[in-house]
């Protein structure tokens, strides 16, 4: 070899160096999906690839379109996702509230693990540095129409590790009981509030429904949370989720019988744009209020805060624009003095996001964890330790992210029709004229 040209001896002598070592010199060359399906819900995936031969993955919300990412594809190709701050202003204008900030966010998050990678630290380090390498988790569980089974059900969670708890305690629980719940006939008896027909109960806000609960039908839910009470103690804190589509009269009434149980929050009980009533519940009860998962972008979490219409905000990455714009959410909240638990239900990429914003996050309280009953989750990255350890997620010095994903066992669970990251070809052009100003 000593002998050979310059050239082939440099190529001889360097073919085990990396080459993603230029980050000034990086550019997105593609951007593909994969559609998981049951971990647990449905979370399409995304893939940037570069011209260096790193690839950074991100997440679009669960159950969400994952054309909210494909659509942001032409305005990233023959960019450095290095400027990550830059490409999120240039894309924001294309998400929103609920889902559709799936995209966005999906699109953010793999930008910070491509810069991650590219510089060799991890995505906590560049947003600052770490408060904490250890990140505490909530879980819920599924849910029984008898208290017992359920606070069964929930103790088994505190005797896996978790340290943090949440209760969906929805009227349907009660529901068929008689003298339980006003106007449910007019929904066909439905109170599902995943159903997505239109015109459906699931599918109208809550000051609309003329669902009412009567005394009866609370004493009933409070057996619930008495029983689960009773089986984890009171050294667990606990959050409830999911309780209905009602009014603000009835939410406060709701709210004052759970006084009792000293519980962490009660979420959504009205819908996050409706400020005035979440003023009106605050104000009246003594069980911190939270919101937040369906909002986009700081704005929203802004008027929030200002009016003090909260305890406490709980953006989801997956739908807040990512990482750094969850990050700012939540500084912003702790100048008001309000706390905040990340919502989360997706695969290890977007859980991963949620876990550095924690990490680098001073007012973060609890990550959700919603793949407990997912036996495959940790699978779906290489790694020997599972991501999850007894209710905690530990962070490493791994650059980006920290994970490898396992392509071979995304490809087992793919949603049906879906392929493998299939070449997107149809998205690398602009077609429209996207400026918002004149």
Same mark, same amino acid.
């Given at each position: 070899?000593?002998?050979?040209?310059?050239?082939?001896?440099?190529?001889?002598?360097?073919?085990?160096?990396?080459?993603?070592?230029?980050?000034?010199?990086?550019?997105?060359?593609?951007? %593909?999906?994969?559609?998981?399906?049951?971990?647990?819900?449905?979370?399409?995936?995304? %893939? /940037?690839?570069?011209?260096?031969?790193?690839?950074?993955?991100?997440?679009?919300?669960?159950?969400?379109?994952?054309?909210?990412?494909?659509?942001?594809?032409?305005?990233?190709?023959?960019?450095?996702?290095?400027?990550?701050?830059?490409?999120?202003? %240039?894309?924001?204008?294309?998400?929103?509230?609920?889902?559709?900030?799936?995209?966005?966010?999906?699109?953010?998050?793999?930008?910070?693990?491509?810069?991650?990678?590219?510089?060799?630290?991890?995505?906590?380090?560049?947003?600052?540095?770490?408060?904490?390498?250890? /990140?505490?988790?909530?879980?819920?569980?599924?849910?029984?129409?008898?208290?017992?089974?359920?606070? %069964?059900?929930?103790?088994?969670?505190?005797?896996?590790?978790?340290?943090?708890?949440?209760?969906?305690?929805?009227?349907?629980?009660?529901?068929?009981?008689?003298?339980?719940?006003?106007?449910?006939?007019?929904?066909?008896?439905?109170?599902?509030?995943?159903?997505?027909?239109?015109?459906?109960?699931?599918?109208?806000?809550?000051?609309?429904?003329?669902?009412?609960?009567?005394?009866?039908? +609370?004493?009933?839910?409070?057996?619930?949370?008495?029983?689960?009470?009773?089986?984890?103690?009171?050294? /667990?804190?606990?959050?409830?989720?999911?309780?209905?589509?009602?009014?603000?009269?009835?939410?406060?009434?709701?709210?004052?019988?759970?006084?009792?149980?000293?519980?962490?929050?009660?979420?959504?009980?009205?819908?996050?744009?409706?400020?005035?009533?979440?003023?009106?519940?605050?104000?009246?009860?003594?069980?911190?209020?939270?919101?937040?998962?369906?909002?986009?972008?700081?704005?929203?979490?802004?008027?929030?805060?200002?009016?003090?219409?909260?305890?406490?905000?709980?953006?989801?990455?997956?739908?807040?624009?990512?990482?750094?714009?969850?990050?700012? /959410?939540?500084?912003?909240?702790?100048?008001?003095?309000?706390?905040?638990?990340?919502?989360?239900?997706?695969?290890?990429?977007?859980?991963?996001?949620?876990?550095? +914003?924690?990490?680098?996050?001073?007012?973060?309280?609890?990550?959700?964890?919603?793949?407990?009953?997912?036996?495959?989750?940790?699978?779906?990255?290489?790694?020997?330790?599972?991501?999850?350890?007894?209710?905690?997620?530990?962070?490493?010095?791994?650059?980006?992210?920290?994970?490898?994903?396992?392509?071979?066992?995304?490809?087992?669970?793919?949603?049906?029709?879906?392929?493998?990251?299939?070449?997107?070809?149809?998205?690398?052009?602009?077609?429209?004229?996207?400026?918002?100003?004149?």
């Amino acid at each position: 070899m000593a002998f050979r040209p310059v050239e082939e001896q440099v190529d001889y002598v360097s073919q085990k160096v990396s080459r993603a070592s230029k980050p000034t010199q990086l550019k997105i060359t593609d951007m %593909r999906v994969a559609v998981l399906e049951g971990v647990p819900f449905t979370s399409p995936v995304v %893939r /940037i690839s570069t011209n260096q031969g790193i690839s950074g993955y991100g997440e679009v919300r669960d159950d969400a379109d994952k054309r909210y990412a494909l659509e942001l594809k032409s305005h990233l190709l023959g960019e450095n996702p290095c400027n990550v701050e830059m490409l999120f202003k %240039r894309i924001k204008q294309f998400g929103n509230n609920g889902r559709q900030g799936g995209g966005v966010s999906g699109v953010e998050m793999a930008l910070w693990d491509l810069a991650g990678k590219a510089y060799g630290v991890p995505v906590f380090q560049m947003l600052g540095g770490a408060y904490r390498r250890k /990140i505490r988790l909530y879980t819920d569980t599924t849910e029984s129409d008898d208290p017992k089974e359920y606070a %069964r059900r929930m103790k088994e969670r505190v005797d896996k590790g978790f340290t943090f708890l949440k209760m969906d305690l929805g009227l349907e629980l009660v529901a068929k009981k008689p003298g339980t719940i006003i106007g449910k006939d007019y929904w066909g008896g439905n109170l599902e509030q995943y159903n997505g027909e239109a015109g459906s109960y699931g599918q109208t806000q809550h000051n609309f429904t003329m669902v009412q609960v009567t005394d009866k039908g +609370i004493e009933l839910m409070a057996d619930f949370v008495e029983a689960v009470r009773d089986a984890v103690g009171y050294n /667990i804190p606990l959050g409830m989720d999911h309780t209905g589509h009602f009014d603000v009269n009835t939410a406060i009434r709701l709210a004052h019988r759970f006084e009792r149980y000293n519980l962490a929050w009660m979420e959504d009980l009205v819908p996050w744009n409706y400020t005035d009533d979440w003023k009106e519940i605050t104000k009246a009860i003594n069980v911190p209020t939270m919101t937040g998962e369906d909002i986009y972008g700081l704005e929203g979490f802004r008027k929030l805060c200002d009016e003090d219409a909260i305890d406490l905000v709980q953006p989801d990455p997956a739908t807040a624009g990512g990482i750094l714009e969850t990050k700012r /959410i939540g500084d912003y909240a702790a100048e008001k003095g309000k706390a905040m638990p990340l919502h989360y239900a997706g695969s290890p990429v977007g859980a991963m996001a949620a876990a550095h +914003i924690a990490a680098a996050t001073e007012s973060f309280v609890a990550l959700e964890y919603h793949a407990t009953d997912v036996p495959f989750w940790n699978d779906l990255v290489k790694q020997d330790q599972p991501l999850m350890d007894k209710g905690w997620y530990h962070l490493t010095d791994k650059p980006g992210l920290g994970i490898e994903m396992d392509e071979k066992e995304m490809e087992k669970h793919l949603a049906k029709g879906e392929k493998m990251f299939a070449p997107t070809p149809e998205w690398n052009k602009k077609v429209a004229w996207d400026r918002t100003w004149s």
